[in-house]
């Protein structure tokens, strides 16, 4: 069973940049493609990006195509999402999971959720 721990989230200014990262305990990690969610209050959980085992295959959500980056570095049982260009609608909780059908969005899709960073940003 893996599990998933984010870190990384925190206060920045709008224009500002956030790298989150998400360990995961494991070592069949690298065989599972990876997610990140996003949470905001009062709105329903909203796919952010996507990527596949071996790191070759990325998609995002169309709003934050652009700007956010999703990577991951399976030495180290790691995905990381580089935010840039950050606005106040990204502030939310954010969560990373297995994807078990990539290159679903679905949530039900997905399992083994991390508990989830807080990103808050001001304008």
């Known amino acids: 069973q893996v599990q998933l721990v984010e870190s990384g989230g925190g206060l920045v200014q709008a224009g500002g940049s956030l790298r989150l990262s998400c360990a995961a305990s494991g070592r069949t990690f690298s065989s599972y493609a990876m997610g990140w969610f996003r949470r905001a209050p009062g709105k329903e959980r909203e796919f952010v990006a996507g990527i596949s085992s071996n790191g070759v295959g990325t998609y995002y959500a169309d709003s934050v195509k652009g700007r956010f980056t999703i990577s991951r570095d399976n030495a180290k049982y790691t995905v990381y999402l580089q935010m840039n260009s950050l606005k106040p609608e990204d502030t939310a909780v954010y969560y990373c999971?297995?994807?078990?059908?990539?290159?679903?969005?679905?949530?039900?899709?997905?399992?083994?959720w991390g508990q989830g960073t807080q990103v808050t940003v001001s304008s």
């Open positions: 999971a297995l994807n078990r059908n990539y290159p679903s969005r679905a949530p039900t899709d997905f399992g083994s």
